[in-house]
């Protein structure tokens, strides 16, 4: 699966360098599988959740949240947010 973008991470890790391990980690695994549906998604991350069209992983022990929309016909994710547990709960990125 391809992510669009990686850059999203990685500005997310200079604020929060403690993330980036976690946040690589899970870039890991999505780019060297192929899920072609929720089932599949949910078999690997156990510990996501779907909102709306949107699918909200939890990192690094939920410390952290990762949204991103997913085109499972073209391999695609889109990664729309990477928040903090807080910024998460404070739901701008549903907007």
Same mark, same amino acid.
């Not at 360098?17 to 998604?41: C, D, H, M, T, Y």
């Given at each position: 699966?391809?992510?669009?973008? &990686? ?5 997310f ?6 993330a980036?391990a976690?946040?690589? $980690? ?5 780019? !060297?599988n192929?899920?072609? &549906?929720?089932?599949?998604? !949910?078999?690997?991350? &156990?510990?996501?959740?779907?909102? +709306?069209?949107?699918?909200?992983f939890?990192?690094? +022990? &939920?410390?952290?949240?990762l /949204?991103?929309? /997913?085109?499972?016909?073209?391999? /695609?994710l889109?990664i !729309? ?6 910024d998460?709960?404070? $739901?701008?990125? !549903?907007?």
């Amino acid at each position: 699966m391809k992510i669009i973008s &990686n850059s999203a991470l990685r500005a997310f890790a200079v604020d929060h360098p403690q993330a980036e391990a976690s946040l690589q $980690g899970w870039r890991r695994v999505i780019e !060297k599988n192929r899920f072609v &549906n929720w089932a599949e998604l !949910k078999a690997t991350f &156990n510990t996501i959740d779907k909102v +709306g069209e949107l699918v909200v992983f939890d990192i690094s +022990g &939920n410390k952290y949240r990762l /949204i991103a929309y /997913i085109r499972f016909e073209k391999q /695609i994710l889109y990664i !729309k947010a990477v928040l903090t547990h807080r910024d998460y709960d404070k $739901g701008a990125w !549903k907007a």
